[in-house]
């Protein structure tokens, strides 16, 4: 018999659309990627302490993801109203105050399309035990393709540095033909990628150093 279940969402698959209002105004998320990357990243509630720290952190760095083709829309399971006056605390906390859009999402719709709700942390419930959302972060680029995908419990706050690193990885990755390998930080040497063979690695990375034949270190080019 044929599932009723939606298509769950991988690596690969079209973000998929919605309509919401947000802090921003209404938004429609594919004219909102437009030619841009995208990190839709969930909260589970508004006025909390660990999403407080996240969100000041996210508006402390949106210049830094700006500068990288990268806009954000955050999600929590709250009323733009709600969200409005925690936006204001999140500036008293954190001296950075958000003003990329947060979709108001008290009904849970975009965070069950988006299969963000928490199953596994039965206190993460709202006053009539509805599951809140969880940390979710969906990186999402120009073609509205998901490109990672990350599910963190509501008791763990997020690590923004490895956000911008994975958008560096994926950038970078996407205009040569190679991967980053553990720990890998911008400027640090990068991986040739394995589909890249014999002649034509040489040609691009002059300067690989093959450590194993399947392991083959090169600097990215001048021009990266
Ligand atoms: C927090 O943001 O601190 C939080 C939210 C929901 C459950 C647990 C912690």
Redesign the pocket.
């Known amino acids: 018999m044929a599932s009723e279940r939606a298509a769950p969402l991988r690596l690969g698959s079209i973000a998929p659309n919605f309509q919401a209002d947000t802090t921003s105004g209404p938004i429609d998320l594919h004219e909102y990627i437009g030619n841009s990357w995208v990190i839709f990243f969930s909260h589970?509630?508004d006025y909390?302490?660990?999403?407080t720290t996240e969100l000041g952190e996210m508006a402390r760095l949106e210049p830094e993801f700006k500068k990288r083709g990268v806009k954000l829309l955050g999600l929590s399971a709250n009323t733009v109203g709600s969200h409005e006056g925690w936006i204001k605390d999140i500036n008293d906390v954190t001296g950075n105050s958000p003003s990329f859009p947060i979709v108001a999402d008290k009904e849970r719709k975009v965070a069950y399309l988006y299969d963000m709700i928490d199953y596994q942390d039965t206190?993460?419930v709202d006053e009539k035990g509805i599951a809140?959302t969880i940390r979710s972060v969906f990186i999402i680029d120009p073609k509205k393709t998901i490109r990672c995908v990350l599910s963190y419990p509501?008791?763990t706050g997020r690590n923004s540095a490895e956000i911008l690193r994975i958008i560096d990885s994926l950038q970078t990755g996407d205009k040569h033909k190679i991967t980053t390998p553990v720990n890998w930080v911008p400027g640090d040497d990068v991986i040739v990628h394995p589909s890249v063979k014999g002649e034509q690695a040489k040609e691009l990375f002059p300067n690989l150093r093959a450590v194993k034949p399947y392991l083959r270190f090169t600097p990215l080019p001048k021009d990266a």
């Open positions: 589970p509630e909390t302490p660990v999403c206190t993460n809140f509501a008791s």
